[in-house]
C-alpha cells in the first residue's frame, strides 16, 4: 500500500471519505466493496484520533437493559457477532464480572434476571461455526468462587458476582488498518498525512475538496461526486468551512494503563463519589498482560484542539479507581499510559459537571438539513457500531448519487487477515508451520495480528533470517514488523510504527533504546539523517499524553 496522491488529484471519485478512523476506514471499505470509487484522506497517520485510545471492547449491549432499548441491544449482539466473523483474528470472546451486592439493583436475584434477559436477547451470538469464538450462558458465581478469581478483593463487601461474556479487540490499531488495506485491495486510493483544508463548492453542491500534504506542504484538489466527513471530533472544525455545524459537541474520555491487577477477566467496579464525580462503573481490563482502567469521562466545552490532559485530571482518576477498590493504591508512578480521546455529546445536553454522552451514531444528511448536496456527515459513539453506521452511511450515499451498486458486503466479508474458519486449529497448524528461527511467541503473536496474512512474514524471514530478532523481549515484536510496516503499510513517521503498525508502544513508552533501534530500522527507508532520527524520536515521546504532563505541569 502506496501513497499515490497524483491519482488523488487526478481521478474524479464517486465518494471521498474525510478521516482515517475507524469510521472513515469501514465506510471506505463498504463503498470499495459496492464497486463505487473512494478515495480517503486522513490528516495524521490512520487511526491516529480518538480510534487508537479505545477500552477495546466490542460491546453487546448489557448495560442497555437499564434504558430498555431492545433494537439497540439487538444490534450490538449483532454487530459482535459480525465483528467475530469478519476479523477472527483480532475479535475474542472475552469474560466479564461485576461484583453483586446487598443492594437491590446489584443484588444476585436482579443481576441473574438480567443476565437471563441478555442470554434471551442474544439467542443467535453463537452461530459461528468456530469454537472459539462461542459466547457461553451468563451466571451468578458465589462469593468463594468470587474470592478465588479475583485474588485481593475485599469479597465480604459483595454476595456473589454476575459473569458474562462479551468480546475485545486484540489490537484495534491493527483493526483499523485491516479495513485500510481490505479498502485498498478492493480499489480504494487512500493517503495519510493528508488534510481537506477546504471544500470545493458549486452552488449549494459540495464537488470536493481542496487538500494539503504534509509531507511536502503541496496543496492540491481532490473531486468527487460526494463527500462523506468522517472526521469525528473534528466534525464541525469541517462542517465550519461550508458555514455549516452541528448539534454535536464533544467531551474527553480517558483509560489508565496498568501492570496487571487481575488476569483472564474483566471487572467492573463501582467508585465512591470522589472529586464531585458521581459513584460509576469502572471496567478493570486484562490487556497484553496489562490492566486497562476505563472509562473516565471529563466535560469539555472548548472543541477538541484546544484540550490538553494533566497531571490533575489523570489523579482525579486514579482517585476514583482507587475508591472502586482501595487496595489497589494507584499512585501516578504506577501508570504506564494514558490513552484519551472524544466522545461525542449533544450541544442541548452540555453540562459543566456530567457528561451525558450522545448515544447512537448519527449520518447527517446535509441536502435534507442544510440544503447543501454532495455531504454527509458520520457521527460515531463506539468502535462497536462503526460498522453498522459506516453501511447507513453508504446507503444514503448511493441513494443521493442515484447509483446502481450492490448491496452493502462489509457484514459478510472477512478483511485481509481473516480468511480463518476455526481460528484455535489455524494457529497450532501456524506454531508447527513457521521456521524455528521464530520465536514461538513471536509466531503467536503474528497470527493474533496478522491473521491469515502472518505468513507474508513468514516470506521475510525465509529470505532473511535475520528479521526474525525480536526488537524489545519480552515483547514478542520482530524486525519483520517494522520492515512490513514501512514497505507495505504506509507507515511514515517512527510514531505510525511504534504507536500504530506494531505493538512496540502500546503499552507505554519503549525504551530510548528500542526507540532508537527503531529509528536506525527505519533510516534507510526514508534517507532519515542522524537528527531526523533524532526528531522522530523527540515527536513520538510528545506522543505519549503521561510523557507530555510531565512536562507541561508543573
Ligand atoms: C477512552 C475511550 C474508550 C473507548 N472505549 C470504547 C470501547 O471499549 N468500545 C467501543 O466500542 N468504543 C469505545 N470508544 C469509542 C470509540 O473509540 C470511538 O467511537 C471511535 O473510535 C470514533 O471513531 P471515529 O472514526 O469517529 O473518530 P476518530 O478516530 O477520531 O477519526 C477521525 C479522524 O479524522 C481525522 N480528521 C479530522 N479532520 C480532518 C481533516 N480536515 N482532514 C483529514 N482528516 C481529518 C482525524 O485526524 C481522525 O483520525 C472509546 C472512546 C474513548 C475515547
Known amino acids: 500500500m502506496k501513497r499515490n496522491l497524483e491519482r488523488l488529484a487526478n481521478h474524479k471519485f464517486d465518494i471521498l471519505v474525510i478521516g482515517g478512523g475507524i469510521h472513515g476506514a469501514i465506510t471506505a471499505w463498504d463503498a470499495a466493496l459496492r464497486g463505487v470509487s473512494v478515495g480517503l484522506i486522513e490528516r495524521g497517520d490512520f487511526g491516529s484520533g480518538t480510534s487508537q485510545n479505545s477500552l477495546k471492547i466490542i460491546h453487546g449491549g448489557l448495560r442497555y437493559l437499564q434504558d430498555g432499548n431492545l433494537s439497540r441491544i439487538r444490534m450490538m449482539v449483532r454487530e459482535r457477532t459480525t465483528w467475530m466473523k469478519i476479523a477472527p483474528h483480532l475479535i475474542h470472546p472475552l469474560t466479564c464480572l461485576i461484583p453483586t451486592t446487598q443492594k437491590i439493583s446489584g443484588s444476585r436475584l436482579a443481576m441473574g434476571v438480567a443476565l437471563k434477559a441478555n442470554d434471551i436477547l442474544s439467542f443467535d451470538r453463537n452461530q459461528l461455526a468456530d469454537p472459539q469464538k462461542e459466547l457461553p450462558d451468563g451466571m451468578i458465581v458465589s462469593r468463594q468462587e468470587l474470592a478465588r478469581i479475583l485474588p485481593g478483593y475485599d469479597v465480604y463487601t459483595s454476595t456473589g458476582a454476575a459473569v458474562w461474556y462479551d468480546a475485545q479487540i486484540y489490537n484495534s490499531e491493527r483493526l483499523l488498518l485491516e479495513f485500510i488495506l481490505s479498502a485498498v485491495d478492493a480499489g480504494a486510493e487512500v493517503a495519510n498525512y493528508v488534510e481537506a483544508i477546504s471544500f470545493l463548492q458549486q452552488d449549494n453542491r459540495i464537488i470536493g475538496v481542496r487538500a494539503k500534504d504534509f509531507q511536502t506542504g503541496q496543496i492540491f484538489d481532490i473531486q468527487s461526486k460526494l463527500v462523506i466527513n468522517c472526521a469525528g471530533a473534528w466534525m464541525d472544525c469541517l462542517l465550519e468551512k461550508a458555514a455549516l455545524h452541528s448539534e454535536y459537541a464533544t467531551s474527553v474520555a480517558m483509560n489508565v494503563i496498568v501492570n496487571q491487577v487481575w488476569s483472564e477477566v474483566a471487572v467492573g467496579l463501582t467508585s465512591q463519589p470522589v472529586n464531585g464525580k458521581p459513584p460509576q462503573v469502572l471496567f478493570i481490563v486484562p490487556w497484553q498482560n496489562m490492566s486497562m482502567i476505563g472509562t473516565c469521562h471529563i466535560p469539555w466545552h472548548d472543541g477538541p484542539n484546544a484540550f490538553m490532559l494533566n497531571k490533575v485530571m489523570v489523579q482525579e482518576f486514579l482517585d476514583q479507581i482507587n475508591s472502586a477498590h482501595p487496595p489497589l493504591k494507584l499512585s501516578l508512578e504506577d501508570v504506564r499510559h494514558v490513552t484519551w480521546g472524544f466522545l461525542p455529546v449533544n450541544k442541548a445536553d452540555v453540562n459543566r459537571q456530567h457528561v451525558n454522552l450522545t448515544r447512537d451514531g448519527v449520518v447527517i444528511d446535509h441536502q435534507k438539513k ?176 503521561f510523557k507530555q504532563t510531565e512536562t507541561i505541569v508543573a
Not at 450515499?397 to 480468511?419: D, E, Y
Not at 520465536?439 to 535475520?466: A, F, I, M
Open 370 to 545: 442544510n440544503g447543501i448536496s454532495g455531504l454527509i456527515s458520520v457521527l460515531g459513539v463506539k468502535y462497536t457500531t462503526a460498522r453498522v453506521v459506516a453501511e447507513q452511511a453508504m446507503d444514503l450515499a448511493v441513494n443521493q448519487l442515484g447509483m446502481k451498486t450492490k448491496k452493502c458486503q462489509t457484514h459478510m466479508t472477512q478483511v485481509r487477515g481473516g480468511k480463518i474458519d476455526d481460528f484455535r486449529a489455524f494457529l497450532r497448524k501456524a506454531l508447527l508451520k513457521v521456521p524455528r528461527v521464530v520465536n514461538e511467541r513471536s509466531t503467536e503473536h503474528w497470527v493474533y495480528t496478522y491473521g491469515s496474512e502472518y505468513e507474508k512474514l513468514v516470506e521475510c524471514v525465509l529470505r532473511q533470517p535475520d528479521l526474525a530478532r525480536r526488537i524489545d523481549p519480552p515483547l514478542p515484536v520482530t524486525v519483520a514488523e517494522v520492515e512490513h510496516a514501512v514497505h507495505h503499510e504506509m507507515a511514515l513517521t517512527l510514531a505510525d510504527v511504534i504507536g500504530r503498525r506494531t505493538e512496540l508502544g502500546s503499552t507505554g513508552l519503549p525504551s530510548m533504546a528500542t526507540l532508537q533501534k527503531c529509528a536506525s530500522l527505519i533510516s534507510p527507508e526514508f534517507r532519515w539523517s542522524s537528527e531526523h532520527q533524532q526528531q522522530e524520536i523527540n515527536s513520538l515521546i510528545q506522543t505519549y499524553p
